[in-house]
């Protein structure tokens, strides 16, 4: 059973314009939520989180908004830029289970020049 | 800067093969994890090891062992290649202090059983 889910398998945006990522989570235990970014070839390389207690966090042109009663996070990219043509995955750790991460099936960004 | 490194970058395997992957970090992190990464299926998790000689198995052990007998190195093995698991196949790791600390992976090894 998938606890962190992406709906949409893939994204274009213009470049310049927001690219908007969306991430939706079932256990209301999760308190804290990362993205991830990641190339073709390449591992997966930390972005930005948010914790609970939080409902956004801006790194950037990055931010990541958490709507904690609707179990619904976002990723905003302003501008995008052709360099953030990605897959993104969300993920959520359950720390009493031992450090266990969860993630989603990712969204892939393509910014069109 | 955080280093996971894994022995390969691509394999080829033939179907009954014992295969290891290896992954090394340098930064004395104690969580440790492997995950195999395949299309619309996002990162799923194998194993993941706490500390040195702990390990927990993940959502899809079937078919893979791992062995941590040192902080630094965690050993994916697939005791009997089958090309169902023909896959990404990612490593990371984690330090363990407190909750709110990122993984960090390494570029991955793409694994073809024939």
């Known amino acids: 059973d998938q606890q962190v889910k992406q709906n949409s398998p893939s994204l274009s945006v213009q470049e310049g314009r927001i690219s908007i990522l969306n991430c939706d989570y079932t256990?209301?235990?999760?308190?804290?939520f990362l993205w991830y970014k990641k190339y073709p070839a390449e591992g997966p390389t930390f972005l930005i989180s948010?914790?609970?207690?939080?409902d956004k966090n801006e790194d950037g042109r990055f931010t990541v908004f958490l709507n904690k009663s609707a179990k619904h996070l976002s990723l905003h990219i302003v501008p995008s830029q052709p360099g953030d043509s990605a897959v993104y995955f969300c993920?959520?750790?359950?720390?009493?289970?031992?450090?266990?991460?969860?993630f989603g099936t990712g969204t892939s960004l393509t910014v069109i020049p | 800067d955080v280093k996971v490194t894994q022995s390969s970058r691509y394999l080829v395997k033939r179907t009954g093969e014992k295969v290891f992957l290896e992954c090394v970090q340098d930064?004395?992190?104690?969580?440790m994890f492997w995950y195999r990464q395949d299309p619309g299926l996002g990162l799923r998790l194998i194993y993941f090891?706490?500390?040195?000689?702990?390990?927990e198995k993940g959502d899809i052990p079937e078919g893979y062992s791992v062995s941590r007998e040192k902080k630094e190195r965690f050993s994916l093995i697939l005791e009997s290649a089958s090309t169902n698991q023909t896959s990404m196949y990612l490593c990371?790791?984690?330090?363990?202090?407190?909750?709110?600390?990122?993984?960090?992976f390494g570029p991955g090894t793409r694994l073809t059983v024939l």
């Open positions: 990371a790791s984690r330090l363990d202090r407190g909750s709110y600390n990122e993984q960090f």
């Open positions: 256990n209301s235990m999760f308190d804290y």
């Open positions: 948010i914790s609970s207690i939080k």
């Open positions: 993920a959520a750790p359950l720390f009493n289970t031992g450090n266990q991460f969860y």
């Open positions: 930064m004395d992190h104690e969580n």
């Open positions: 090891s706490y500390d040195v000689k702990m390990k």
